[in-house]
């Protein structure tokens, strides 16, 4: 099984770029990256995914090493409303701690 | 609007009580599963389903069953629930889940708690 390693917490200041680092140098060839995050009180909710290349959307930004042993999830201006824990989960969508966000005003 | 709905969201029980939690989808997605999170734990799975009629478990399923009748339904059933499975129970959904592909969508959550 594919682990990952992931920073336990993290800070931003809002309106300022957050890259969330993702260390998976364990997953296979043809496992896709994807990331959730996690507001209070909800459930997980589906941020980007990818496979080699660096995939874009309206949410953020991925971007994976060529080498596949990790990955940068990249949100371009942080909002308050983005504070949540992250998490970077190989293809068996097995959750780890994550990382928690803050963003400060 | 395409969900994922658990029922009840909140249930206090006792001890050997047997409970089910609803979870239902109005996607149409073949893969639903059952996730139980700690705290310092994270997401833990409990059971998955890939289509009707076929569940297995995941990585935390004693004390725990499923059934998988219907494809938007995939209920959780705890014959003779514990203190230790009080917890918060997420369902989710996906249309697949051949290399990880597709994106899960996630229910509310149910908080329980068993005295």
């Known amino acids: 099984d594919a682990k990952t390693t992931q920073p336990n917490s993290m800070e931003s200041n809002e309106e300022e770029p957050v890259h969330l680092p993702c260390n998976h140098s364990?997953?296979?060839?043809?496992?896709?990256i994807h990331w959730y995050r996690q507001l209070p009180s909800q459930g997980p909710e589906y941020v980007i995914h990818?496979?080699?290349s660096n995939v874009n959307n309206r949410m953020a930004s991925l971007a994976i090493a060529e080498d596949r042993k990790s990955s940068t999830l990249i949100l371009h201006r942080a909002t308050l409303r983005d504070a949540a824990v992250y998490y970077c989960?190989?293809?068996?969508?097995?959750f780890g701690a994550g990382t928690r966000l803050t963003v400060k005003p | 609007e395409a969900q994922v709905t658990q029922n009840p969201r909140y249930l206090i029980t006792v001890t050997g009580k047997k409970l089910t939690v609803t979870c239902s989808q109005n996607m149409n997605h073949e893969y639903m599963s059952w996730y139980r999170q700690d705290p310092g734990l994270g997401l833990r799975q409990i059971y998955y389903s890939m289509n009707v009629e076929a569940t297995d478990k995941g990585d935390v399923p004693e004390g725990y069953k499923v059934s998988r009748k219907e494809k938007r339904n995939f209920p959780l059933i705890l014959e003779s629930p514990s203190p230790n499975q009080t917890s918060l129970y997420f369902c989710?959904?996906?249309f697949g889940m051949g290399q990880g592909v597709y994106e899960q969508y996630f229910g509310p959550g149910t908080r329980l708690t068993v005295t």
């Open positions: 990818g496979l080699t």
């Open positions: 364990t997953i296979s060839g043809t496992d896709y």
């Open positions: 989710a959904s996906s």
């Open positions: 989960i190989p293809a068996d969508m097995r």
